[in-house]
């Protein structure tokens, strides 16, 4: 089989010649040394024995990255400008009828920036938000999608990003424009603003999913970061999950697929995933990053959901290579039965030496799919 073959059987919960190997390299990547990045992220990939699988954001040369998206945003009125001081940053949705404005900082353990400073802070701020998504407007642009999964071939599968807050609305709402205190608070003293904006905000999700199941692509990723540490259970069932089987829906009816990125804690949220419509669940992490138990999640959801991840990326940078070895083919025969890529969960840490990220891919050459 082809890497791209054996992604897509893996995904789809089918027969592989062996178990798909398929690291997460993201902040790893960007802390290398430039003669490596240079080369190429598919490239490095390949060295290692990986089959390259590029989750939102195409194969990168160097270490800037673009997300896969299928469609051009225009927002009427809006005007987004960015503003960078050394490691402080603003990105401002300036509008005729007020800001809304986001603060940064760069973090250089991280490598990357971080959000400090939500820009919905009360009520007002919620309509203005609304505003913006009511004069949101997306068109479909698959020509660049087009051209780089045709120059990847079979060597490899690009995941474009179903929806243009790259999660769904209320994750968003949480991690990027409110932040969970604010959302709890306003879901208390002004609940019928909170669910007007998202209403407006499932609109353009909408549009977006219907798009995307016009593309060729046969999967679609969202950045969920799906975890209890920000939302609760009944949040999940009640704002989070009805978005996504919207887009399970549209997607399934041209037999196309839905992964869910879940890197966090998950395990009060197993059986509401296990009766929903998703079709994979990518970066499941066990402890401590996240805190589920692997044979737990294969105990509890259906065969017909795929995993992605399991090997926990605390544990990838601080075992030994013998050891970290030892847990992916115990992790293996765990997931038998069922599809399944071999994967760190979340980004793999800055650290983690090359030797260890193929002498995972040996686990993957010597164990099939049963």
Request: aromatic share 10%; net charge negative; with cysteine.
């Amino acid at each position: 089989m082809t890497s791209r073959e054996r992604i897509i059987n893996a995904l789809l919960g089918k027969k592989c010649d062996r178990i798909p190997y398929s690291p997460f390299l993201a902040y790893w990547w960007e802390s290398q040394d430039d003669k490596l990045t240079k080369k190429g992220q598919l490239e490095f990939l390949e060295s290692i024995g990986a089959d390259p699988l590029f989750r939102g954001y195409y194969p990168l040369y160097g270490k800037n990255s673009e997300n896969i998206l299928l469609f051009d945003r225009h927002i009427e009125d809006c005007e987004i400008r960015t503003k960078v001081c050394g490691k402080e940053k603003q990105v401002t949705y300036h509008t005729s009828k007020g800001d809304l404005t986001f603060g940064y900082r760069f973090v250089n353990e991280g490598n990357t920036w971080f959000l400090v400073d939500h820009p919905i802070k009360e009520e007002k701020d919620f309509l203005l938000l609304k505003y913006i998504m009511d004069s949101t407007c997306l068109k479909a642009n698959y020509e660049k999608f087009e051209r780089e999964a045709e120059k990847l071939g079979e060597r490899g599968l690009l995941l474009p990003i179903i929806c243009p807050e790259l999660k769904s609305s209320f994750q968003s709402l949480i991690e990027h424009w409110a932040g969970t205190e604010s959302i709890v608070y306003s879901l208390v003293d002004f609940p019928e603003v909170v669910q007007e904006t998202l209403t407006s905000m499932y609109r353009v999700s909408r549009d977006a999913a219907e798009i995307a199941a016009g593309s060729s692509s046969q999967f679609f990723l969202s950045w969920e970061d799906t975890s209890t540490t920000n939302i609760s259970p009944q949040f999940y069932r009640d704002y989070i999950l009805p978005e996504i089987n919207m887009w399970c829906d549209i997607l399934h009816q041209k037999d196309k697929k839905y992964i869910q990125h879940a890197c966090g804690e998950l395990n009060a949220l197993l059986e509401d995933i296990a009766h929903s419509k998703i079709d994979v669940l990518e970066s499941v992490t066990p402890a401590p990053t996240g805190n589920v138990e692997m044979q737990r999640v294969q105990n509890i959801l259906p065969e017909h959901i795929s995993i992605v991840g399991g090997i926990e990326p605390t544990q990838l940078l601080q075992l030994s290579t013998k050891e970290v070895v030892s847990q992916a083919a115990e992790l293996v025969n765990i997931m038998k039965g069922r599809g399944y890529i071999l994967s760190n969960s979340d980004s793999c840490p800055p650290g983690v030496s090359i030797e260890k990220l193929k002498a995972l891919s040996e686990v993957s050459a010597i164990n099939r799919i049963k």
